[in-house]
């Protein structure tokens, strides 16, 4: 409760930041103005708004798509071997952190990095592909970030499936690939949508990864709070960039709760 | 049993007097810490046998800090870049410094006076770096030479702080940081040939050391760490001059030290301790009669005279303090997306 009043109390700091002018040369905000969200029109953030939604799509689907063979051979498999391996491939990322992995995608993705050197080698290319400050190589490495969270929502879905369902399914003569369409995957839509939802909510608060990988190129919306409030003291638009984006992440979550309930239905009760 | 109680209350009473007889220094982690704490801090203990502690984080962090604690400084002394000195300033966080109880700084270059609040501690450039063996026959002798069109996607500049390419912009086209405007232009033409902008000095190592960005405008001081650890730059110091930072040290307003802090100023500037500093950063001592060893003398971006601080581009730390927030925007808005 009082942690709940904490977070409240620095909302509505925020909030009556967001509400405030900014004065040139001092740390302390102006009289109240509405100047910091009609400045948030300008094409450039309502660019900036719609490239974090899309990015945020693109690694929760990837991350879903990495990530859903990994939880499957995590709840399925027999082999303590495999199971240890895709224990060690999805847990490892927890350990390091935000940076550590950004940099680490910096050396595989550089022009000299090690995708490019492997492909140079192999006469497949003659020139680096660029895959440093794309978007691209934000949501590759947004997706090691991700994953496992998306693995952890999905094995937990996935072990919840009754395996008498597919038992039944395959002594009517469902083959693997029916038996998965119709009975698995429609089971684990509970697990599918909890991922989504999770890997969407937790891309969208990514700074480290697009500040690194994007190299000012690819921004989300943390990255302009960054640079346009705390990088130049104009704490006010930063408050409305952060008030803007926590509407933005509000409504495009709710309108995927909407989207999903259907679905969310389909699975085992 | 009342042994025992009168010792605890003698500790009591000692444990505060003892943490009151140290001067703490707000500054920057890592190298910028241990510069401070291997040359003037190091002599001042030995003069007057307080130790010194250090409170380190970043500019920002450092700044909200301190104005949370109004009043009652978490530190004595803090460093920081000039214009971000501004913002302590106007705020009411540094006490007005008295010269007279800092002798050695007469010796300060003019260019280093940045306020009666505050005093640049060293200098360095922002300036053009890049990697020879990447580029071919490129040569830079001007600013202007970043506009070449052979560089279209090779230049990687600051995300934090466009103020310096801002005035260079400015300047090329017949005008000065105060009237920035008139640049807008000359640097939107520059904009093909930005391939990225670094982050912190850790990125911008690494974005020249992989070659990912072959040109940079590059903290001098940055240029030299990679220059040390094997990677082939060229640092020049284009006809216009490169662009001066200087980062600043002062008093905090409400310290119960002030006196020892001064004594501590007073060492930062002993010409011995600044050439120490310009040796272990090759950067500008900010005295002009420290004695820098030839080979750090020679370098771009380290200046022994007068001549040299005033051939350089000096971005008024006031102006800049007032301006950075609006220069940032128009280079997110215009340049950077």
Partial sequence: MLCAFGFLLALAAVLQFSLRAYVPGSLDPGGFTLANFTDLLKPLYARVFFDTVVICFLTAVSTLIVGYPLAYALVRTQSAVIKSVVLVIVVTPLFLGEVVRTYSWIIVLGNNGFINSVLLNLGIIRQPVQFMFTTFGVVVALVHVTMPVMVIMLAAGLSHIDRDYQRAAESLGAGPIRVFLTVTLPLSMPGVVAGVTTAFAWTFSAFATPQLIGGGRVNMISNLVYQLGFSSFNFPFAASLCVAGLALTIVVLSALRLVARPLENIGPH | ??????????????????????????????????????????????????????????????????????????????????????????????????????????????????????????????????????????????????????????????????????????????????????????????????????????????????????????????????????????????????????????????????????????????????????????????????????????????????????????????????????WRKWFAENIMN
């Fill in chain 2, 1 to 326: 049993m009342k042994r025992f109680w009168l010792a605890i209350f003698a500790l009591a009473i000692a444990s505060p007097a003892q943490a009151q007889d140290k001067l703490v220094i707000s500054i920057w982690g890592g190298s910028w810490r241990d510069l401070v704490a291997e040359t003037v801090a190091k002599k001042f203990t030995a003069e007057t046998g307080v130790p010194v502690e250090f409170i380190t984080g970043g500019t920002i962090d450092r700044l909200n800090k301190e104005k949370l604690a109004k009043g009652n400084p978490e530190s004595d002394i803090t460093f920081t870049t000039s214009h971000v000195g501004w913002l302590y300033a106007n705020d009411g966080l540094f006490e007005q410094l008295d010269l007279a109880k800092i002798p050695n700084a007469k010796n300060l270059a003019d260019e280093a006076r940045i306020s009666p609040f505050h005093l640049g501690a060293w200098a360095y450039v922002y300036t053009i770096g890049y990697r020879a063996d990447l580029l071919g026959d490129v040569k830079f002798d001007s600013w202007n030479d970043l506009w070449k069109p052979e560089l279209k996607g090779k230049i990687a500049g600051p995300d934090f702080d466009p103020s310096h390419i801002i005035a260079v912009a400015a300047i090329l086209s017949g005008s000065d940081a105060a009237h920035w405007e008139k640049g807008q232009d000359k640097l939107k033409a520059l904009k093909p040939n930005f391939k990225a902008f670094y982050t912190n000095d850790a990125n911008s190592q690494q974005l020249l050391a992989s070659g990912e960005t072959p040109v940079q405008i590059v903290l001098s001081m940055n240029a030299y760490y990679m220059i040390g650890q094997g990677v082939p730059i060229t640092l020049v110091i284009p006809k216009e001059g490169a662009v001066l930072g200087v980062d600043t040290v002062a008093i905090m307003k409400g310290s119960k030290k002030a006196e020892l802090a001064y004594k501590f100023i007073n060492i930062l500037y002993d010409p011995e301790i600044q050439a120490e500093i310009a040796k272990l950063k090759k950067g500008s001592p900010a005295v002009l009669n420290a004695k820098i060893d030839p080979e750090i003398a020679k370098l771009p971006g380290v200046f022994t005279t007068a001549a040299q601080w005033k051939q350089q581009i000096n971005i008024d730390a006031k102006l800049r303090a007032e301006k950075t927030a609006e």
